[in-house]
């Protein structure tokens, strides 16, 4: 069983920073492609941004110099650093996975999401 565990979010004033981070655990053979995704009320859900095995990486245009994502991947774990907060950045915020689990097939997996408020 596969499971992705998210963390760090919370309410945090206008202009304010946060960490996110969602670890990976279970039988899991190879994690590809690890990301933030983002889905306010009303709208859909949304990219924020993705990194590959090799930390290539890749932003939405609206959050590109204000946040940082990166891997860790001797512990199945991916960050999303979040400075400069906006109230348009609130948000449910949702670690997605491409991966190979040790039974079944390739596909993709998602965290249960965080909350992130941004208060102005």
């Known amino acids: 069983q596969v499971q992705l565990v998210e963390s760090g979010g919370g309410l945090v004033q206008f202009g304010g920073s946060l960490r996110l981070s969602c670890a990976a655990s279970g039988s899991i053979v190879t994690i590809y492609r690890m990301g933030w995704y983002r889905q306010a009320p009303g709208k859909q859900r949304e990219l924020v941004a993705d990194i590959t095995t090799g930390g290539r990486t890749n932003y939405a245009d609206s959050e590109k110099g204000r946040f940082t994502i990166s891997r860790d991947n001797t512990k199945n774990t991916v960050y999303l650093r979040m400075n400069s907060l906006k109230p348009e950045d609130t948000a449910v915020y949702y670690c997605?996975?491409?991966?190979?689990?040790?039974?079944?097939?390739?596909?993709?997996?998602w965290g249960q999401g965080t909350q992130v408020t941004v208060s102005s």
């Open positions: 997605n996975a491409d991966l190979d689990p040790r039974w079944g097939p390739r596909r993709d997996y």
